[in-house]
């Protein structure tokens, strides 16, 4: 039976991961681009992935990470084609010659650390080689890309050509990776006790994990959703995080009595219309 505008119109039947905190607020949605980063560490990714991989349809796993946990897999992995690169350049070439039709789902496993390797080389070379720039007739210096830029060009081309390919076969297709830490300075001025004080200069030093690949790039209109997972404490399973008012002999008693327990959890960030939200749960 053809495609019809209609069948076009009709929503698409979301594919669930088995885990219903995740199924309440991620629609995996075919035709759509998805994107999952973690802290170092963990395989809780892998709780979601397997959960989607485990429907009865062909899927493929693009993977740059020597070792997946199959053990934890229940499904046949007998639909499951896997493919094995070690660079970006050899990632691009296999995306452009991959047949996609016969997949439901594909997953480019650890594919931030394929951008982060490409990146640190450019930056190895620029060190090494001698800036030489590009002049006009005029002797004047000509304004060019900085190879990082261009790299992210790269990576915005190649995500725009799996998301056609999402919506061509109908399909979804999920990028992972990693977090790093980020360090970002506040400064604040302390008001001084009298006029002939001088105002001090203060400054505080966080540090947080972020996606290897930004949120903010120039792909971030290509993802339908990102999941960012990481691992915290949970208390009778109605509160994550630590209660500052409680002591360590309380936390001690509230994990013997199984009260509480550390439990993988994820944020859900959608951009619609310009607007981020956010969505939180546990599992």
């Known amino acids: ?73 229940k499904g046949d992995k007998t639909n499951i084609d896997l ?20 997949y439901k789902l594909v997953i480019l496993d650890d594919f931030h650390s394929l951008y982060q390797f490409a990146l640190t080389n450019l930056r190895d070379r620029r060190r090494s080689e001698t800036q030489r720039y590009k002049r006009d007739a005029n002797g004047h210096r000509k304004d060019q890309q900085s190879p990082s830029r261009k790299l992210q060009l790269v990576i915005q081309s190649l995500l725009l050509l799996l998301s056609n390919e999402c919506q061509k076969h109908d399909l979804i297709v999920i990028t992972t990776g990693k977090m790093v830490n980020m360090s970002q300075r506040f400064f604040s001025k302390s008001r001084p006790a009298s006029t002939q004080e001088e105002e001090e ?54 994990m013997e009595k199984n009260q509480m327990r550390v439990c993988p959890q994820f944020l859900c960030i959608a951009s619609n219309n310009g607007e981020r939200t956010l969505q939180s749960g546990w599992w």
């Open 1 to 73: 039976m053809g495609t019809t505008l209609l069948s076009l119109l009709d929503p698409k039947e979301p594919r669930r991961t088995k885990i219903e905190s995740v199924d309440a607020v991620v629609d995996f949605t075919p035709g759509n681009l998805y994107d999952i980063a973690c802290v170092p560490g963990t395989i809780a990714q892998w709780d979601i992935l397997f959960g989607l991989l485990d429907h009865g349809t062909r899927s493929a796993i693009i993977s740059a990470h020597s070792h997946i946990p199959w053990h934890n897999f």
């Open 83 to 102: 493919f094995r690169v070690d660079s970006l350049t050899n990632l691009i070439f296999l995306v452009q010659n991959l047949d996609f039709s016969p």
């Open 201 to 254: 200069d203060t400054s505080v030093l966080q540090q947080i994990m972020v996606p290897i690949l930004p949120l903010n790039g120039p792909w971030s209109g290509q993802y339908a959703k990102r999941l960012v997972l990481y691992k915290d404490w949970v208390k009778d399973g109605n509160q994550a995080g630590l209660d500052k008012s409680l002591t360590i002999v309380d936390y001690i008693q509230l």
